[in-house]
């Protein structure tokens, strides 16, 4: 019979070794290594795209999805972290491209100076803006951040003398030296480094105090608040950070289409598109606005081309939505992580054993000479080991 001090012979299964002294299942090192494989696989596919990609076309299109891809990832940091739904976003965007084609066409600013002093013009510009707007909640926000994008449409439309009105503004290519396949290819990578380094702000503030606290408001504002968190000054932080990296998808995509036209920049429908993205793929997730774009920027540029100008595209995409709010309103992702949790074995804690089984956890303990806490902790166990060399 095996002593107090000594681990008792369990039956559960190889287990690693957490950091924090516990035991890890192996199906969280599994679901680890498999995460990680993923990443590498997704870096490998946007770094070899430009080779793949058969034609020049396929090549815009796919550089059109990242525009889609950074735009809906710097929307979720408003509404992934703090659960303010904007379709404005768009203006934002909007901004960042007229004010990175002003600066290189009126100032003679380099472009991608122009680039980074837009950005920044446009996220100080928004802490007015996210000043009156954070103000208010729910439907109310939304329709503020709805007045945002038909005012600045009104404004660069009617001031054709300074943004081109109607005309639309030629922006210079930044390499005009270069081919149009080659240009494409440049901005491709551009693209995806603005994409990592959104996505890695978002891990960070997602691992972070701040994010908790924007936690908190998404799940409750009123109790985040009466526990001390400052609710606002935490949502105007993310929201000006959520409009540089905005302005800075809007302003890049200026650079490479380089023929900007109000109607198009400023437009609600880019703002939808975002969310449509984002909730598709999850808000909460890291990828999932990633993979909402990817599916969603895919199927825009396939009806587009396959039916025009027909409105085909904006009854497909409605359609969409509806089904994602209907049947996965977490998202893609988490919805095929829950399928995933239901073939992992079971993980009980104390508080889900039986009085049965806790009774013969005890008596089989005492007969090992353990005590009862020990017992009724788990004895046998993964944890017993670790709890007796703790005690």
């Known amino acids: 019979m095996p002593s107090a001090s000594e681990p008792t012979p369990t039956t559960a299964g190889p287990t690693t070794t957490a950091p924090g002294g516990g035991a890890r299942p192996p199906l969280v ?56 739904i904007s379709l404005g976003h768009g203006a934002l965007a909007g901004l960042g491209a007229y004010g990175t084609g002003l600066l290189v066409t009126k100032a003679g600013l380099p472009s991608f100076l122009a680039l980074a002093v837009s950005a920044v013009l446009v996220a100080a510009l928004a802490v007015p803006i996210g000043y009156a707007a954070l103000r208010v909640r729910g439907a109310s926000f939304v329709i ?16 054709a003398s300074f943004t081109g009105g109607s005309r639309g503004l030629v922006v210079p290519r930044p390499f005009p030296d270069l081919l149009r396949p080659e240009h494409h290819r440049v901005f491709w990578f551009l693209f995806v480094a603005l994409l990592a380094l959104a996505l890695l702000v978002w891990w960070v503030i997602d691992r972070s105090r701040f994010g908790l606290g924007l936690k908190a408001i998404r799940e409750d504002e009123d109790k985040a608040e009466a526990l001390g968190t400052p609710t606002f000054a935490y949502k105007l932080v993310v929201f000006v950070i959520s409009a540089g990296f905005t302005a800075s998808a809007g302003g890049l995509y200026a650079l490479w289409f380089g023929d900007l036209d109000p109607v198009f920049q400023f437009s609600i429908l880019t703002g939808s598109y975002m969310v449509l993205m984002a909730l598709l793929g999850g808000v909460r ?8 774009a990817v599916v969603v920027g895919t199927a825009l540029e396939y009806f587009k081309v396959e039916y025009g100008n027909t409105p085909l595209h904006l009854v497909a995409t409605g359609l969409l939505l509806a089904l994602v709010v209907l049947f996965m309103p977490d998202g893609v992702l988490p919805a095929i992580a829950a399928q995933i949790e239901r073939f992992r074995p079971a993980q009980h804690s104390i508080r889900e054993v039986t009085a049965a089984q806790l009774r013969e956890q005890r008596e089989r303990g005492e007969a090992d000479g353990v005590p009862p806490e020990m017992a009724a902790a788990g004895n046998g166990g993964p944890g017993a080991a670790s709890a007796r060399e703790r005690s």
């Open 29 to 84: 090192t599994v679901a680890r290594a498999a995460k990680g494989i993923a990443l590498l696989a997704l870096v490998a596919v946007a770094l070899a795209f430009p080779s793949l990609a058969p034609n020049p076309y396929i090549l815009s299109a796919g550089i059109l999805v990242l525009n889609y891809a950074v735009l809906s990832t710097s929307w979720n940091f408003v509404g992934g972290f703090t659960g303010y």
């Open 144 to 159: 503020v951040s709805i007045a945002l994008v038909l005012v600045l449409l009104l404004v660069f439309q009617s001031w």
């Open 285 to 292: 997730n890291l990828f999932g606005p990633l993979l909402g």
